[in-house]
């Protein structure tokens, strides 16, 4: 299994951290989910950056 390295999206705008999500080849999830389509700060992530994920494994992105 191809393992990628996931990057740090904390602190971004959703958007910018989405992209930089797809370019690491990473899925992504909002929490809670009712903000997913809501542009907003990305407060936490889950996994952390500098970790390794399943290549196209979701990171959590959490608004608040």
Do not use: H
């Amino acid at each position: 299994s191809s393992q990628v390295r996931v990057p740090d999206v904390t602190g971004m705008d959703s958007q910018k951290a989405i992209e930089e999500l797809a370019k690491a080849g990473l899925k992504y999830k909002v929490m809670p989910e009712e903000n997913n389509a809501k542009s907003f700060v990305v407060q936490d992530q889950y996994p952390k950056a500098g970790t390794n994920a399943k290549k196209n494994s979701k990171v959590y992105i959490y608004s608040e």
